[in-house]
Antibody, heavy 121, light 113 residues
Framework: EVQLVESGGGLVQPGGSLRLSCAASGFTFSSYWMSWVRQAPGKGLEWVANIKQDGSEKYYVDSVKGRFTISRDNAKNSLYLQMNSLRAEDTAVYYC??????????????WGQGTLVTVSS | QSALTQPASVSGSPGQSITISCTGTSSDVGGYNYVSWYQQHPGKAPKLMIYEVSNRPSGVSNRFSGSKSGNTASLTISGLQAEDEADYYCSSYTSSSTLPLYVFGTGTKVTVL
């Protein structure tokens, strides 16, 4: 059974940093693209970032470029999202998700339960 | 950057069929057969219901079906049941230089009357 478990969310002040983690199990982690998707309170889904199987390619939504960094450790079956210079508009539930595709993610098939990040003073 | 356009809400009575539309452009929905649909109950993670326009993952009821015509994709739920009441999102891979690589729809709240 595919399982994705996020951790690391919490309350942080504007301008602060936070690192999210995602522990994956039930599949061969190193064979899949991985993604972060977020959902602001009461709002829709927004794709945030993708990372290729070997970490060689990373893609970001414009609003987080230069502030967020996606990374992975295939030996630990773990995905990460380092978030710096956080803004109020980054407040959301962040989902770790598995992506399917060859040269790009074309479908996200499994999602974790999410971790809430609140940016507020 | 704009998301794919969905109606804000759709409703139907138990047993009826409803259809949710998802309108994009030739750079996303119209250009690729990579449209997916997700169901999200309140406080829960999204669940993949349809992928590659019309394919159902294992375990998803055959009451859910997908299609596409031009730049608009559709999700049809037949034999509507109380448990189908949820938010539904479409998504698509996109090659647009002005959009993220993966774009979601605005979301549709389905109400079972």
């Amino acid at each position: 059974e595919v399982q994705l478990v996020e951790s690391g969310g919490g309350l942080v002040q504007p301008g602060g940093s936070l690192r999210l983690s995602c522990a994956a199990s039930g599949f061969t982690f190193s064979s899949y693209w991985m993604s972060w998707v977020r959902q602001a309170p009461g709002k829709g889904l927004e794709w945030v970032a993708n990372i290729k199987q070997d970490g060689s390619e990373k893609y970001y939504v414009d609003s987080v470029k230069g502030r967020f960094t996606i990374s992975r450790d295939n030996a630990k079956n773990s995905l990460y999202l380092q978030m710096n210079s956080l803004r109020a508009e980054d407040t959301a539930v962040y989902y770790c998700a598995r992506g399917l595709g060859g040269i790009a993610v074309v479908v996200i098939d499994y999602w974790g339960q999410g971790t809430l990040v609140t940016v507020s003073s | 950057q704009s998301a794919l356009t969905q109606p804000a809400s759709v409703s139907g009575s138990p047993g009826q069929s409803i259809t949710i539309s998802c309108t994009g452009t030739s750079s996303d929905v119209g250009g690729y057969n990579y449209v997916s649909w997700y169901q999200q109950h309140p406080g829960k993670a999204p669940k993949l219901m349809i992928y590659e326009v019309s394919n159902r993952p294992s375990g998803v009821s055959n009451r859910f079906s997908g299609s596409k015509s031009g730049n608009t994709a559709s999700l049809t739920i037949s034999g509507l049941q109380a448990e189908d009441e949820a938010d539904y999102y479409c998504s698509s891979y996109t090659s647009s230089s002005t959009l993220p690589l993966y774009v979601f729809g605005t979301g549709t709240k389905v109400t079972v009357l």
